[in-house]
């Protein structure tokens, strides 16, 4: 499946604490609305408003507790809360039919979140979950009900992988879009080499510490090169002269230069 592999996820800070929020809600109110239904004689109406009520808590904890964590650290607890979310909907399902169960669908919040913000390895170890809690009826679930439910389930599995598979390539493309205006932004289009836009945001970020400095290279009789071969052969010179730089900075045993440091 091509997803985000190579590839370092957006920061979203808060579109992660949103999105969950909006599918906690949303499939609190589902289940609760599943309750209140005409024909629901095989439901546990009584455990699934707890889960109504579990899940609405979640939203609330996903509101308060995770605004202020950092990046990593909200990875982290997404990852756990999605298991979560998942483990959730399988008791909705266990609780009003199993093979039955109307609440099957609700597995496409938990994957498509995976599949757009997790990592490749772990959007698959949450694809996976999530296809074996859905395929879970097969083992406890009576055979009469189990009659239709081998489609259903093949059909809900290939739509859970095929959704998460282009979710993951349109966010790999889009993460690859935005390096490459970066790069474009921070880079000189001639030499490769970073431009001054580049040099001041590095030191704001990381400003220089004591005993480092900033190497300024002139490139002797410059002009005359650009008379003698004209601008195509002045841009050859350039390009190779940047090609030189990063060929040097890049070797870490020779030098203690970083390429990042190197402007035009």
Known sequence: ?????????????????????????????TIGIGTILPGGGELHVHELRGLVVFGLVCALFTFFAFRPLSNRMLYLLTNVFTALGSLTIWFACLWSGGASSGFLELFFFPAL??????RLRQALAHLLLITALAASPLLYDAAPRQAQFPGHLAVLVAALWGLAAVVGYRKRRLLLAEQLLRQQAMSDPLTGLYNLRALRERSELAPLREGAGVLVIDIDEFKEVNTAFGHTGADELLRHVGAELNAV???????????SHITI
């Open 1 to 29: 499946m091509l997803a985000m592999s190579g590839v370092e996820p957006r920061d979203e800070h808060d579109l992660r604490i949103w999105t969950p929020i909006a599918m906690w809600v949303a499939g609190s109110c």
């Open 113 to 118: 979140y995976a599949a757009y913000f997790f």
């Open 249 to 259: 900075t890049r070797d870490r045993k020779s030098t203690r230069l970083n390429s």
